[in-house]
Protein backbone atom coordinates (compact mmCIF):
# COMPACT_ATOMS: atom_id res chain seq x y z
CA UNK A 1 0.00 0.00 0.00
CA UNK A 2 2.81 2.21 0.85
CA UNK A 3 5.17 1.74 -2.07
CA UNK A 4 1.45 2.24 -4.12
CA UNK A 5 0.79 5.43 -2.73
CA UNK A 6 5.40 6.51 -3.17
CA UNK A 7 4.90 5.22 -6.74
CA UNK A 8 1.83 7.91 -7.80
CA UNK A 9 3.85 10.27 -7.01
CA UNK A 10 6.30 10.00 -9.95
CA UNK A 11 5.99 11.38 -13.51
CA UNK A 12 4.18 8.79 -15.26
CA UNK A 13 7.24 7.55 -17.69
CA UNK A 14 9.35 6.43 -14.70
CA UNK A 15 6.32 4.43 -13.13
CA UNK A 16 6.34 2.76 -16.97
CA UNK A 17 9.97 2.05 -16.47
CA UNK A 18 10.01 0.52 -12.80
CA UNK A 19 6.97 -1.30 -13.94
CA UNK A 20 8.31 -3.03 -17.16
CA UNK A 21 10.60 -6.18 -14.66
CA UNK A 22 7.82 -7.00 -13.35
CA UNK A 23 5.38 -7.08 -16.56
CA UNK A 24 7.01 -10.22 -17.49
CA UNK A 25 3.81 -12.32 -17.86
CA UNK A 26 1.43 -9.20 -19.86
CA UNK A 27 4.59 -9.42 -22.45
CA UNK A 28 5.30 -13.33 -23.01
CA UNK A 29 1.37 -13.01 -23.73
CA UNK A 30 2.02 -9.85 -25.78
CA UNK A 31 4.56 -12.56 -27.73
CA UNK A 32 2.37 -15.49 -28.29
CA UNK A 33 -0.37 -13.10 -29.46
CA UNK A 34 2.08 -11.51 -32.20
CA UNK A 35 3.33 -14.80 -33.28
CA UNK A 36 -0.29 -15.73 -34.42
CA UNK A 37 -1.13 -12.48 -35.93
CA UNK A 38 -1.77 -12.76 -39.23
CA UNK A 39 0.01 -10.58 -40.31
CA UNK A 40 1.33 -9.91 -43.83
CA UNK A 41 4.47 -7.23 -44.92
CA UNK A 42 2.84 -4.00 -46.79
CA UNK A 43 4.22 -4.32 -50.90
CA UNK A 44 3.13 -1.10 -51.71
CA UNK A 45 3.79 2.44 -50.35
CA UNK A 46 4.64 3.22 -46.85
CA UNK A 47 1.98 2.22 -44.90
CA UNK A 48 2.61 2.76 -41.08
CA UNK A 49 1.70 1.07 -37.72
CA UNK A 50 2.07 3.33 -34.52
CA UNK A 51 2.05 0.31 -32.35
CA UNK A 52 -1.19 0.78 -29.51
CA UNK A 53 0.05 4.85 -29.01
CA UNK A 54 -3.17 5.30 -30.80
CA UNK A 55 -5.36 3.76 -28.78
CA UNK A 56 -5.81 6.77 -26.35
CA UNK A 57 -5.63 9.89 -29.24
CA UNK A 58 -9.02 8.85 -31.39
CA UNK A 59 -10.67 11.67 -29.03
CA UNK A 60 -11.46 14.51 -27.54
CA UNK A 61 -8.04 15.07 -25.47
CA UNK A 62 -4.97 14.76 -27.29
CA UNK A 63 -2.16 16.36 -25.99
CA UNK A 64 1.99 15.25 -25.78
CA UNK A 65 3.93 12.63 -27.93
CA UNK A 66 0.14 11.42 -29.52
CA UNK A 67 -0.83 14.97 -31.21
CA UNK A 68 2.14 14.50 -33.60
CA UNK A 69 0.52 10.38 -34.45
CA UNK A 70 -2.73 12.03 -35.11
CA UNK A 71 -1.33 14.32 -37.93
CA UNK A 72 0.78 10.98 -39.50
CA UNK A 73 -2.42 8.62 -39.01
CA UNK A 74 -4.15 11.20 -41.38
CA UNK A 75 -1.92 11.20 -44.21
CA UNK A 76 -1.20 7.62 -43.72
CA UNK A 77 -3.58 5.43 -41.91
CA UNK A 78 -2.48 2.79 -39.61
CA UNK A 79 -2.99 -0.77 -40.33
CA UNK A 80 -2.56 -3.64 -37.40
CA UNK A 81 -2.16 -6.41 -39.68
CA UNK A 82 -0.08 -5.28 -42.78
CA UNK A 83 2.71 -2.58 -43.12
CA UNK A 84 5.76 -1.45 -43.64
CA UNK A 85 6.81 1.44 -41.56
CA UNK A 86 6.52 1.15 -38.07
CA UNK A 87 6.74 4.46 -36.44
CA UNK A 88 7.08 5.25 -32.50
CA UNK A 89 7.47 8.02 -29.96
CA UNK A 90 9.53 8.27 -26.98
CA UNK A 91 6.95 10.29 -25.36
CA UNK A 92 4.33 8.13 -26.04
CA UNK A 93 5.57 4.50 -26.14
CA UNK A 94 3.01 1.10 -26.34
CA UNK A 95 3.09 -0.98 -24.32
CA UNK A 96 5.51 -3.98 -24.79
CA UNK A 97 7.55 -1.61 -27.64
CA UNK A 98 10.73 -3.90 -28.22
CA UNK A 99 8.75 -6.71 -28.21
CA UNK A 100 6.79 -5.26 -31.16
CA UNK A 101 10.18 -3.23 -32.98
CA UNK A 102 11.68 -7.01 -32.96
CA UNK A 103 8.53 -8.71 -34.31
CA UNK A 104 8.40 -5.99 -36.95
CA UNK A 105 12.09 -5.77 -37.95
CA UNK A 106 12.20 -9.50 -38.35
CA UNK A 107 9.38 -9.51 -41.08
CA UNK A 108 11.14 -6.97 -43.16
CA UNK A 109 9.43 -3.59 -41.20
CA UNK A 110 11.30 -0.69 -41.37
CA UNK A 111 11.45 0.83 -37.85
CA UNK A 112 11.65 5.09 -37.49
CA UNK A 113 12.23 6.30 -33.69
CA UNK A 114 10.66 9.92 -32.91
CA UNK A 115 13.25 11.36 -30.13
CA UNK A 116 11.74 13.60 -27.62
CA UNK A 117 13.65 14.50 -24.14
CA UNK A 118 15.51 12.37 -22.07
CA UNK A 119 15.63 11.45 -18.25
CA UNK A 120 18.02 13.10 -16.39
CA UNK A 121 18.83 13.19 -12.69
CA UNK A 122 17.12 16.75 -12.10
CA UNK A 123 13.58 15.41 -12.49
CA UNK A 124 14.22 11.40 -12.51
CA UNK A 125 16.56 10.97 -9.56
CA UNK A 126 17.50 7.65 -8.98
CA UNK A 127 15.06 6.26 -11.96
CA UNK A 128 17.33 8.08 -14.63
CA UNK A 129 18.59 4.98 -15.79
CA UNK A 130 15.37 2.90 -16.02
CA UNK A 131 14.12 5.83 -17.87
CA UNK A 132 16.05 6.17 -20.17
CA UNK A 133 17.48 2.14 -20.69
CA UNK A 134 14.21 1.35 -22.88
CA UNK A 135 15.10 4.45 -25.58
CA UNK A 136 18.44 3.19 -25.69
CA UNK A 137 17.51 -0.14 -27.27
CA UNK A 138 14.38 1.23 -29.33
CA UNK A 139 16.98 4.01 -30.88
CA UNK A 140 19.68 1.76 -31.38
CA UNK A 141 17.29 -0.83 -32.90
CA UNK A 142 15.98 2.11 -35.75
CA UNK A 143 16.22 2.70 -39.22
CA UNK A 144 15.86 6.47 -38.74
CA UNK A 145 15.81 8.82 -36.18
CA UNK A 146 14.02 11.85 -36.02
CA UNK A 147 15.20 14.35 -32.99
CA UNK A 148 11.92 17.09 -32.21
CA UNK A 149 14.95 19.31 -32.05
CA UNK A 150 18.72 20.33 -31.70
CA UNK A 151 19.04 20.00 -28.09
CA UNK A 152 16.42 16.34 -27.74
CA UNK A 153 19.81 15.35 -30.28
CA UNK A 154 22.13 16.41 -27.94
CA UNK A 155 20.60 15.23 -25.03
CA UNK A 156 20.17 11.73 -26.46
CA UNK A 157 23.39 11.68 -27.75
CA UNK A 158 24.94 12.75 -24.25
CA UNK A 159 22.35 10.16 -22.30
CA UNK A 160 21.31 7.02 -24.57
CA UNK A 161 24.50 7.41 -27.16
CA UNK A 162 24.82 8.44 -30.78
CA UNK A 163 22.16 6.93 -33.25
CA UNK A 164 24.45 4.10 -35.43
CA UNK A 165 21.58 4.83 -38.48
CA UNK A 166 20.65 8.28 -40.31
CA UNK A 167 18.80 10.98 -38.56
CA UNK A 168 17.73 14.50 -38.95
CA UNK A 169 16.25 17.36 -36.59
CA UNK A 170 12.62 18.03 -37.76
CA UNK A 171 10.52 20.26 -35.19
CA UNK A 172 7.00 19.51 -33.78
CA UNK A 173 4.25 20.34 -36.24
CA UNK A 174 1.20 22.12 -35.55
CA UNK A 175 -2.54 22.45 -37.80
CA UNK A 176 -1.93 26.52 -38.45
CA UNK A 177 -6.06 26.44 -39.93
CA UNK A 178 -6.74 25.06 -36.53
CA UNK A 179 -4.51 27.18 -33.91
CA UNK A 180 -4.79 30.38 -35.79
CA UNK A 181 -4.71 33.95 -34.45
CA UNK A 182 -8.38 35.95 -32.90
CA UNK A 183 -10.27 37.98 -35.44
CA UNK A 184 -9.96 40.60 -32.67
CA UNK A 185 -7.64 40.30 -29.96
CA UNK A 186 -8.77 40.29 -26.50
CA UNK A 187 -7.95 44.26 -25.12
CA UNK A 188 -4.89 44.97 -23.13
CA UNK A 189 -7.11 46.73 -20.72
CA UNK A 190 -6.17 44.11 -18.81
CA UNK A 191 -3.21 41.71 -19.51
CA UNK A 192 -4.27 37.57 -20.13
CA UNK A 193 -1.86 35.10 -19.00
CA UNK A 194 -2.23 31.47 -20.15
CA UNK A 195 -0.06 28.63 -18.90
CA UNK A 196 -0.78 25.44 -20.25
CA UNK A 197 0.61 21.75 -20.54
CA UNK A 198 0.70 18.52 -18.17
CA UNK A 199 2.22 20.03 -15.02
CA UNK A 200 4.43 17.68 -13.81
CA UNK A 201 6.08 19.48 -11.13
CA UNK A 202 5.59 22.52 -8.83
CA UNK A 203 7.43 25.10 -9.70
CA UNK A 204 6.27 25.24 -13.09
CA UNK A 205 2.82 26.84 -11.69
CA UNK A 206 3.88 28.38 -9.04
CA UNK A 207 6.44 30.70 -10.45
CA UNK A 208 3.79 31.62 -13.08
CA UNK A 209 1.63 32.97 -10.22
CA UNK A 210 4.53 34.84 -8.52
CA UNK A 211 4.81 36.25 -11.96
CA UNK A 212 1.16 37.77 -12.26
CA UNK A 213 1.12 38.71 -8.16
CA UNK A 214 4.53 41.02 -9.77
CA UNK A 215 2.49 42.50 -12.45
CA UNK A 216 -0.38 43.11 -9.95
CA UNK A 217 2.94 45.26 -7.70
CA UNK A 218 3.63 47.54 -10.26
CA UNK A 219 -0.32 47.96 -10.57
CA UNK A 220 -0.89 46.65 -13.90
CA UNK A 221 -4.65 45.05 -14.01
CA UNK A 222 -3.85 41.21 -14.81
CA UNK A 223 -5.13 37.82 -14.65
CA UNK A 224 -3.96 33.81 -15.33
CA UNK A 225 -5.51 31.22 -16.87
CA UNK A 226 -3.15 27.52 -15.74
CA UNK A 227 -5.03 25.05 -17.81
CA UNK A 228 -4.22 21.00 -17.77
CA UNK A 229 -3.38 18.75 -15.61
CA UNK A 230 -1.19 19.35 -12.15
CA UNK A 231 0.90 16.13 -11.65
CA UNK A 232 2.86 16.51 -8.71
CA UNK A 233 1.55 15.19 -4.69
CA UNK A 234 -0.91 17.81 -3.41
CA UNK A 235 -0.99 19.81 -6.42
CA UNK A 236 -3.96 21.08 -5.99
CA UNK A 237 -3.70 21.99 -2.45
CA UNK A 238 -0.45 23.51 -3.03
CA UNK A 239 -1.27 25.70 -5.94
CA UNK A 240 -4.83 27.11 -4.08
CA UNK A 241 -2.47 28.11 -0.98
CA UNK A 242 -0.49 29.93 -3.08
CA UNK A 243 -2.71 31.82 -4.59
CA UNK A 244 -4.95 32.74 -1.30
CA UNK A 245 -1.62 33.87 0.20
CA UNK A 246 -0.63 35.98 -3.07
CA UNK A 247 -3.92 37.46 -2.69
CA UNK A 248 -4.74 35.97 -6.24
CA UNK A 249 -8.31 34.70 -5.98
CA UNK A 250 -10.06 36.72 -8.10
CA UNK A 251 -7.64 36.54 -10.68
CA UNK A 252 -6.85 33.10 -11.62
CA UNK A 253 -8.64 30.59 -13.70
CA UNK A 254 -7.62 26.49 -13.37
CA UNK A 255 -8.62 24.77 -16.08
CA UNK A 256 -8.63 20.72 -16.22
CA UNK A 257 -7.20 18.63 -19.42
CA UNK A 258 -8.57 20.45 -22.32
CA UNK A 259 -9.16 18.74 -26.33
CA UNK A 260 -6.88 20.56 -29.10
CA UNK A 261 -9.97 22.74 -29.91
CA UNK A 262 -10.00 24.13 -26.60
CA UNK A 263 -6.66 24.61 -26.87
CA UNK A 264 -6.66 26.61 -29.92
CA UNK A 265 -9.59 28.62 -28.40
CA UNK A 266 -7.37 29.01 -24.84
CA UNK A 267 -4.93 30.59 -26.92
CA UNK A 268 -6.82 32.90 -28.98
CA UNK A 269 -8.20 34.33 -25.65
CA UNK A 270 -4.79 35.76 -23.97
CA UNK A 271 -2.04 37.51 -25.08
CA UNK A 272 0.82 35.66 -23.77
CA UNK A 273 2.06 32.23 -23.15
CA UNK A 274 4.29 31.74 -19.90
CA UNK A 275 5.98 28.50 -19.95
CA UNK A 276 8.35 28.62 -17.54
CA UNK A 277 9.53 24.48 -18.37
CA UNK A 278 13.06 23.80 -17.67
CA UNK A 279 15.14 22.51 -20.13
CA UNK A 280 11.79 21.38 -22.38
CA UNK A 281 12.83 19.44 -25.12
CA UNK A 282 10.35 20.53 -27.95
CA UNK A 283 7.14 22.06 -26.53
CA UNK A 284 4.05 21.55 -28.83
CA UNK A 285 2.32 23.77 -26.62
CA UNK A 286 4.65 26.57 -27.14
CA UNK A 287 4.57 26.13 -30.94
CA UNK A 288 0.22 25.97 -30.90
CA UNK A 289 1.14 29.15 -28.83
CA UNK A 290 3.03 30.61 -31.65
CA UNK A 291 0.55 29.98 -34.38
CA UNK A 292 -1.90 31.48 -32.21
CA UNK A 293 -0.32 34.68 -32.45
CA UNK A 294 0.86 34.41 -28.55
CA UNK A 295 4.39 35.04 -27.76
CA UNK A 296 5.76 33.39 -25.26
CA UNK A 297 8.04 34.42 -21.66
CA UNK A 298 10.10 31.26 -20.44
CA UNK A 299 13.57 29.85 -19.88
CA UNK A 300 16.36 30.71 -22.43
CA UNK A 301 17.08 26.29 -21.95
CA UNK A 302 16.01 22.81 -23.54
CA UNK A 303 14.78 23.35 -26.86
CA UNK A 304 12.89 26.28 -25.89
CA UNK A 305 15.82 29.04 -28.05
CA UNK A 306 15.44 26.75 -31.25
CA UNK A 307 11.56 27.92 -31.37
CA UNK A 308 11.31 31.58 -30.01
CA UNK A 309 13.03 34.14 -31.56
CA UNK A 310 13.63 37.52 -30.21
CA UNK A 311 10.74 38.77 -32.19
CA UNK A 312 8.32 36.46 -31.00
CA UNK A 313 8.77 36.12 -27.39
CA UNK A 314 11.09 36.61 -24.46
CA UNK A 315 13.52 33.79 -23.21
CA UNK A 316 15.24 34.69 -19.70
CA UNK A 317 18.71 33.80 -18.56
CA UNK A 318 18.67 30.02 -16.28
CA UNK A 319 21.81 27.86 -15.56
CA UNK A 320 22.22 25.13 -17.88
CA UNK A 321 22.16 22.20 -14.94
CA UNK A 322 21.35 18.71 -15.27
CA UNK A 323 21.20 17.60 -11.19
CA UNK A 324 18.79 20.65 -10.10
CA UNK A 325 15.53 22.22 -11.86
CA UNK A 326 15.66 26.46 -12.55
CA UNK A 327 12.76 28.70 -13.04
CA UNK A 328 12.95 31.85 -14.51
CA UNK A 329 13.11 35.01 -12.17
CA UNK A 330 9.23 36.12 -11.64
CA UNK A 331 10.14 39.68 -11.71
CA UNK A 332 11.96 38.88 -15.19
CA UNK A 333 9.40 37.43 -16.01
CA UNK A 334 6.87 40.14 -15.52
CA UNK A 335 9.23 43.04 -16.84
CA UNK A 336 9.56 40.06 -19.92
CA UNK A 337 5.41 40.60 -20.47
CA UNK A 338 5.34 44.24 -20.19
CA UNK A 339 7.63 44.43 -22.43
CA UNK A 340 5.67 41.98 -24.82
CA UNK A 341 2.36 43.81 -24.05
CA UNK A 342 3.84 47.50 -24.46
CA UNK A 343 4.33 46.26 -28.95
CA UNK A 344 1.65 43.00 -28.84
CA UNK A 345 0.68 43.57 -32.31
CA UNK A 346 4.45 43.69 -33.22
CA UNK A 347 5.41 40.07 -31.35
CA UNK A 348 2.00 38.76 -32.37
CA UNK A 349 2.80 39.11 -35.49
CA UNK A 350 5.87 37.76 -35.45
CA UNK A 351 4.78 34.87 -33.36
CA UNK A 352 2.13 33.71 -36.18
CA UNK A 353 5.14 34.09 -39.16
CA UNK A 354 7.27 31.94 -36.78
CA UNK A 355 4.80 29.14 -36.70
CA UNK A 356 3.64 29.18 -39.79
CA UNK A 357 7.56 29.31 -41.49
CA UNK A 358 8.57 26.43 -39.12
CA UNK A 359 6.21 24.64 -38.00
CA UNK A 360 3.24 24.15 -40.30
CA UNK A 361 2.56 20.06 -40.37
CA UNK A 362 1.76 19.56 -44.22
CA UNK A 363 5.80 20.19 -44.78
CA UNK A 364 6.65 18.05 -41.65
CA UNK A 365 4.41 15.35 -43.61
CA UNK A 366 5.64 15.49 -46.78
CA UNK A 367 9.23 15.23 -45.12
CA UNK A 368 7.94 11.72 -43.38
CA UNK A 369 7.01 10.52 -46.67
CA UNK A 370 10.02 11.32 -47.79
CA UNK A 371 11.75 9.50 -45.38
CA UNK A 372 9.48 6.32 -45.00
CA UNK A 373 9.80 5.75 -49.31
CA UNK A 374 13.49 5.83 -49.22
CA UNK A 375 13.62 3.68 -46.00
CA UNK A 376 11.03 1.42 -48.35
CA UNK A 377 13.56 2.03 -51.38
CA UNK A 378 16.81 0.60 -49.51
CA UNK A 379 18.20 4.31 -50.26
CA UNK A 380 18.23 5.26 -46.48
Request: proline residues 8%; positive net charge.
Amino acid sequence: MIVDRLARLLPRSVRRALRAPVDVPARLWFRYRLRAADFHLAKDGPVLSYGAALSQSIGALVQGGRVKLTHLDRAFPARADSFNVLYLVSSAIPPHAPELVRFAKERGVKFVWNQNGVAYPAWAGPFTAEVNDPMRALLRAADYVVYQSAFCRASADRLLGRAECPSEVLFNPVDTALFSPAETPPPRTEIRLLAMGTHTYADRVLVTLRCLAELHRTGRAARLTIAGPMQWAGADDEVRRTISALGLREHVALRPAFSQSEAAEMCRAHHVLLHPKYMDPCPTVVIEALACGLPVVGPASGGLPELVDAGSGRLLPVPEDWERMHSPDPVAMSNAVQEIIAAWPAFSAQARHQAAARFAVEPWLERHGEIFRALLAGRQ
